[in-house]
């Protein structure tokens, strides 16, 4: 690449932390651990719904939410002590095995990096990142119910740029999700797709397409040197 980047901003769920982490919870309730996919879809899906038609409720609450839609169509009753579990387990996910080293490398290549996610903090109680012992890593954590918006709102890429006293231009988004990057750079930025399992780039001229595409942050490392 030429011109190189000077911030990276980092997607957390399922891009950092892992989101498998969450299948005994669905194994459990549902008998089908399988049934963390279509959940997660679904929460996706349903955030973007909420920014499309001018609401706004925080991607824990969210989440519960689709769990108890999941469970009606499923004829599954849902708990209080499922709706408590699912939401300190989506807290407390652990980190990829490759993020610990690739951010170490980036940091030391030079660059800022940054994180900007749609799960919210709460007051008193550490973030996702921090329970992933990711945190220090890390100049900034954004979430997006600072701008009440979901990705891939575009305001929220140029949010943060403004946030950073940077051009659009100087960050590339890494993402596990097309979606994201996608959003990210219809609002200037660069685009770095890491293709966790499940998750591809979607290959449409129409659309822009990831200027980086790797397998995981140490691979990542490799293709920005």
Same mark, same amino acid.
């Given at each position: 690449?030429?011109?190189?980047?000077?911030?990276?901003?980092?997607?957390?769920?399922?891009?950092?932390?892992?989101?498998?982490?969450?299948?005994?919870?669905?194994?459990?309730?549902?008998?089908?651990?399988?049934?963390?996919?279509?959940?997660?879809?679904?929460?996706?899906?349903?955030?973007?719904?909420?920014?499309?038609?001018?609401?706004?409720?925080?991607?824990?609450?969210?989440?519960?939410? &689709?769990? %108890?839609?999941?469970?009606?169509?499923?004829?599954?009753?849902?708990?209080? =002590?499922?709706? $408590? @579990? #699912?939401?300190?387990?989506?807290?407390?996910?652990?980190?990829?095995?490759?993020?610990?080293?690739?951010?170490?490398?980036?940091?030391?290549?030079?660059?800022?990096?940054?994180?900007?996610?749609?799960?919210?903090?709460?007051?008193?109680?550490?973030?996702?990142?921090?329970?992933?012992?990711?945190?220090?890593?890390?100049?900034?954590?954004?979430? &997006?119910? %600072?701008?009440?918006?979901?990705?891939?709102?575009?305001?929220?890429?140029? =949010?943060?740029? $403004? @946030? #950073?006293?940077?051009?659009?231009?100087?960050?590339?988004?890494?993402?596990?999700?097309?979606?994201?990057?996608?959003?990210?750079?219809?609002?200037?930025?660069?685009?770095?797709?890491?293709?966790?399992?499940?998750?591809?780039?979607?290959?449409?001229?129409?659309?822009?397409?990831?200027?980086?595409?790797?397998?995981?942050?140490?691979?990542?490392?490799?293709?920005?040197?």
């Amino acid at each position: 690449m030429n011109d190189r980047p000077s911030v990276l901003v980092f997607d957390v769920n399922e891009t950092l932390i892992d989101i498998t982490s969450l299948e005994p919870v669905f194994e459990r309730i549902y008998g089908d651990r399988g049934v963390l996919r279509e959940w997660f879809n679904q929460l996706v899906m349903y955030s973007m719904t909420a920014t499309l038609s001018n609401n706004y409720v925080d991607f824990f609450s969210l989440g519960q939410a &689709v769990l %108890r839609m999941i469970g009606d169509t499923r004829q599954v009753p849902i708990t209080e =002590g499922d709706l $408590d @579990e #699912l939401a300190y387990g989506m807290r407390t996910m652990p980190a990829h095995s490759d993020v610990a080293d690739g951010l170490t490398a980036l940091d030391e290549q030079g660059y800022r990096l940054v994180t900007l996610t749609n799960s919210p903090p709460k007051p008193g109680m550490p973030t996702p990142l921090e329970n992933a012992g990711l945190a220090p890593f890390f100049e900034k954590q954004f979430s &997006v119910d %600072r701008w009440r918006v979901f990705k891939p709102s575009p305001q929220l890429y140029t =949010g943060v740029a $403004d @946030e #950073l006293g940077v051009a659009p231009p100087d960050c590339m988004m890494v993402a596990a999700h097309a979606w994201d990057t996608i959003g990210a750079q219809s609002a200037g930025f660069r685009g770095a797709l890491i293709t966790r399992p499940g998750n591809a780039a979607l290959p449409t001229d129409q659309l822009p397409q990831p200027d980086v595409v790797a397998t995981d942050l140490r691979d990542l490392v490799e293709r920005l040197r």
